[in-house]
């Protein structure tokens, strides 16, 4: 038996996610957001969350997946790591579980078109539910914001 | 008693008093004549001593008395300054620092002073001319600590009731005996403390005052005072306090002074072990003792306490950033009010903005500080360098008084220090190249601060040799920090730049004092992170000039505030010359540049819906255009807005750790609809 981790879970294209509880500063609902010029297409641009300027990024752009149009439902994540916060627009954020560390697998080369370096691993939870876990450091990975990799799917 | 709080006020004297101390030898080392300056150099040691002398620092205060002992000389006309005192006075001083420094970080302020004080002696004696600075004097002799045990009063105490009783002060042993029925005989002794500390200095208490504050003494305990007061005054004042049996008091002259250190010595092997095993807690006492003497002192003398008080920056910083909050809600209560149109509204935000914009101007000034506090170093270590390689160097320091954030004068000190040393190594010729170029043999540097806009400008100028720009060259390529082929393409601008990058040198040989390649780039590096720039003017045979560019504050600027089709944007007021409309046909097409005519001059003109890749606003669509004119040192332009909306003061906020070095954008404010807008950085926007 492993240890217990508290996980936010949401969904980007039909797959569930997971970020550590404690990696997550907040969750919000879509705001008004400022266009930052000569960055890269997924840094949707920078909203104002109760007075601190904060990046914002579309995961789905990031992991080179269709960018969709927002719904009722898209949430920003907010989240520090790594001395930076920055807020990841999702389809969906709908729950905390607890997972068993031990459950957690090392992710298979290429999950849902997503690279597996920015994986954490593949957590099973509840009735047979599959949960990827985020890898952050990678994901906001800034050496790789200029220039994105293309998938070889 | 919390020795801590008299500990910060005691370092920050200090320092203020080895300041002084420095800048007075300084001026004396150009006017050697001046005896003004000697008195003034020898009240700061003078007080210097005893601050140290009743907070315990034993080293501190005997070398502090060596050199007290110097000036005292030279202060009568019986000795005249030269080289070798200033040297050894200066080394004295840079011991002293070091050992204040020690004190700051907790340490006990303890160093090997004994070769120091050795010449000191020497010099006051007269032979060192002769036999230099030799180790004539026992080391033993002049250590004060040694005599601490077995002696009643210690060598360093003996030196100073010596000089007051020289100087024609009252010295007085006193021996107080409390009641024997008296119930609170630790306060008694505290009034007897008291008392003696309104009216003197306490030397040395028998037993020590921790001892007499805990009630561990029998009856009786004798104090070595000096007072203001006459003996009879002191007897009868004395005997006023309460539930004092007896008091005697004896005015000590040299003879009494030196049959009672004899008696004592006498009395030393019996009573050693004892004092040994008392050493510490005496230390720890004496401390004790002067501490309330020295406050006693400062309460009876306000008047030389300045009126400022100590505030922790962080609670500056806390106050900035509500302050921030509030002007972000003030805004928007100003917009709020312009909707509603009610007069009693209107006013009252208006009003509301005018003790605002008076808070964020005291708010800003709090955190001020004049650059003089990083300045005036320099010329001590100018002087030092000089004389180390051998230059005769004239530091001209002007616009001390220029004020800066207190973050940004953290941070410039060491940058400066390196501009200052290449100047002084690389950029100064020796006496003997000055002459051969024609040159006064004395070399120049100016340090210069100044304001302008919102921007501070420091620059070090000096008239030496100048950057040479073909060993400049060499040694890049060399290097490797430039190839052949891109040196050939590098305008004069770029090759001063080059002494800038990581990794250059062009001293052909290194001396410590710079020239190890390291220190240049750091300067530009640290400049920048401080979001300013570093440029260098150089013309060969007639010196260099680096100019420092600082921003003013960190905080809150006033900015214009334009739109371009949905999206808003600010642009820092420093930068703006003018704003205005043009007409289409009033562009020009210089070798495809687009340039519009202003004020005789003809300038660029930039569209920022091309800079900021504007998704909805195209100024090619319409007949007439708003511009902003800006500038960037000499250099102007003029940029293409959609539309203006107005000035406003505006709270700078990074974008974060995650978008960095964005063209063109140099940060975020957010306005009063708690919109984020970006703040255009012009001077990426001048060529």
Redesign the interface.
């Known amino acids: 038996m492993g240890e217990e981790l508290k996980v936010i879970v949401f969904t980007l294209a039909h797959e569930e996610y997971g970020i550590e509880v404690d990696k997550v500063r907040t969750i919000e609902r879509l705001a008004?957001i400022?266009?930052?010029?000569?960055?890269p297409s997924f840094?949707k641009?920078?909203?104002?969350l109760r007075?601190?300027?904060?990046?914002v990024i579309d995961l789905r752009g990031r992991f080179g997946l269709p960018e969709s149009t927002t719904t009722e439902n898209s949430r920003i994540i907010v989240v520090a790591a790594a001395?930076?916060?920055?807020g990841f627009i999702v389809d969906s954020a709908n729950d905390v579980v607890d997972i068993d560390t031990d459950t957690i697998d090392l992710p298979p080369e290429i999950v849902g078109g997503i690279k597996a370096k920015y994986l954490r691993g593949i957590a099973k939870f509840g009735d047979n539910r599959l949960l990827i876990m985020l890898n952050l450091s990678e994901v906001?990975n800034?050496s790789e914001i200029i220039q994105l990799e293309q998938l070889e799917v | 008693m919390d020795m801590n709080a008299y500990l910060s006020m005691f370092i920050d004297e200090s320092n203020d008093h080895l300041q002084s101390l420095n800048e007075n030898l300084l001026r004396l080392e150009s006017d050697p004549e001046d005896l003004s300056i000697v008195q003034s150099i020898f009240r700061s040691a003078h007080t210097l001593k005893g601050m140290s002398a009743t907070m315990g620092y034993e080293d501190l205060a005997s070398l502090t008395h060596e050199m007290e002992n110097v000036l005292d000389l030279v202060r009568n006309s019986k000795l005249k300054m030269d080289s070798f005192i200033f040297d050894t006075l200066f080394k004295g001083l840079d011991a002293l620092e070091a050992m204040v420094q020690d004190i700051v970080g907790g340490g006990t302020g303890k160093a090997d002073v004994t070769s120091l004080v050795a010449s000191l002696q020497s010099i006051v004696k007269g032979d060192y001319k002769t036999s230099g600075a030799s180790a004539a004097v026992s080391p033993a002799a002049t250590n004060g600590q040694q005599a601490t045990g077995p002696a009643l009063l210690d060598e360093f105490q003996t030196s100073v009731i010596q000089q007051s009783i020289d100087s024609g002060h009252n010295v007085y042993f006193i021996e107080v005996e409390v009641r024997e029925d008296c119930v609170l005989k630790a306060v008694r002794a505290y009034m007897v403390f008291d008392l003696l500390g309104k009216n003197g200095d306490i030397i040395k208490s028998e037993p020590p005052v921790t001892d007499l504050e805990q009630d561990k003494f029998d009856r009786s305990f004798t104090v070595f005072t000096i007072s203001t007061l006459s003996q009879q005054e002191l007897e009868t004042q004395l005997s006023a306090i309460s539930e004092i049996e007896k008091v005697s008091v004896a005015l000590l002259d040299l003879e009494s002074l030196a049959m009672l250190n004899n008696a004592a010595k006498e009395q030393s092997p019996a009573a050693a072990p004892v004092q040994v095993e008392a050493a510490a807690k005496e230390e720890a006492s004496k401390q004790v003792t002067t501490a309330r003497s020295q406050a006693a002192a400062a309460s009876a003398a306000p008047a030389a306490v300045s009126k400022t008080i100590r505030v922790d920056i962080d609670r500056l910083d806390a106050l900035m950033n509500l302050f921030s909050e509030l002007l972000i809600d003030r805004v928007r209560l100003e917009q709020l009010s312009s909707e509603i149109r009610r007069n009693d509204l209107t006013e009252t935000v208006e009003h509301m903005t005018r003790v605002s914009s008076d808070l964020q101007n005291i708010v800003l000034k709090l955190r001020m500080v004049p650059v003089d506090s990083v300045f005036n170093r320099f010329p001590r270590m100018i002087r030092d360098l000089a004389k180390s390689l051998d230059k005769k160097i004239d530091l001209v320091i002007t616009g001390a008084d220029t004020e800066l954030d207190r973050t940004v004068i953290d941070e410039i000190g060491d940058p400066l220090v390196h501009l200052l040393r290449n100047s002084v190594d690389h950029g100064i010729e020796t006496v003997g190249e000055r002459i051969a170029a024609g040159k006064s043999e004395t070399g120049t540097i100016n340090l210069r601060a100044y304001h302008s806009g919102n921007h501070v400008f420091i620059e070090v100028e000096e008239d030496g040799r100048g950057v040479n720009q073909e060993k400049v060259l060499q040694t890049a390529i060399k290097n490797g920090v430039v190839t052949e082929e891109q040196s050939k393409q590098l305008t004069s601008e770029d090759i001063n730049m080059l002494i800038f990058a990581p990794g250059f040198s062009t001293a052909d040989k290194i001396s410590d004092i710079s020239g190890r390649g390291v220190g240049l780039d750091v300067v530009k590096s640290k400049i920048t992170s401080l979001g300013g720039n570093v440029t260098i003017d150089s013309v060969q045979g007639r010196g260099t000039k680096f100019a420092v560019q600082l921003p003013l504050t960190l905080s809150i600027i006033s900015a214009m505030l334009i739109k371009l089709g949905s999206e808003k944007y600010a642009i820092p007021l420093t930068s703006i010359v003018e704003t205005g409309i043009i007409q289409k046909e009033q562009i020009l097409n210089v070798h495809g540049n687009r340039m519009i005519h202003f004020r005789n001059a003809v300038i660029p003109l930039v569209s920022l819906s091309k800079v900021l890749e504007s998704p909805d606003f195209n100024e090619h669509n319409e007949s007439e255009t708003e511009i902003v004119v800006i500038r960037k040192g000499d250099k102007w332009a003029a940029v293409t807005v959609d539309e203006f909306i107005g000035q406003s003061e505006i709270v700078l906020k990074t974008l974060g750790k995650y978008l960095t070095n964005i063209e063109a954008i140099s940060g975020a404010t957010i306005l009063g609809d708690g919109q984020v807008a970006l703040i255009i950085d012009p001077n990426a926007l001048i060529k």
């Open positions: 008004p400022t266009r930052v010029p000569k960055t840094i641009g920078v909203i104002n007075g601190i300027v904060v990046p001395d930076m916060e920055v906001l800034k």
